[in-house]
């Protein structure tokens, strides 16, 4: 099995890295404005199509973010980061597991 990754981000799992392909997969981001109060604007946001993903391939798992992987719940083909792995200041470092949908 291949293991593709289309974030922006290395994949560090405990035995493995898996750097970006260069490519992003992305939900496209609609942004409509509700109301402004003293010069703040809020927003209601809604994500629609995926971009930027190939289609299906026998063997291949493309890595992708939790809203992509979600946003296609009938491709098999997608793993998301699972459990998160945190240092002692609380960034993130990696990740246990992936997630498929």
């Known amino acids: 099995m291949k293991l593709i990754n289309y974030t922006p981000h290395t994949i560090n799992l405990p035995n493995m890295s898996i750097p970006p392909c260069g490519e992003i997969a992305r939900c496209k981001e609609i942004t409509k404005e509700v109301f402004n ?3 703040i604007q809020f927003v ?3 994500y629609g199509k995926v971009t930027n993903l190939p289609d299906n391939k ?3 798992i493309y890595i992708v973010s939790m809203m992509v992987r979600q946003a296609l719940p009938n491709r098999y083909d997608l793993a998301s980061p699972g459990d998160l792995i945190r240092d002692e200041n609380g960034q993130i470092t990696g990740c ?3 997630v498929i949908n």
Do not use: A, F, R
């Open 37 to 39: 109060v003293n010069k």
């Open 96 to 98: 246990l597991n992936l």
């Open 44 to 46: 209601y946001k809604t």
């Open 58 to 60: 026998s063997e291949v």
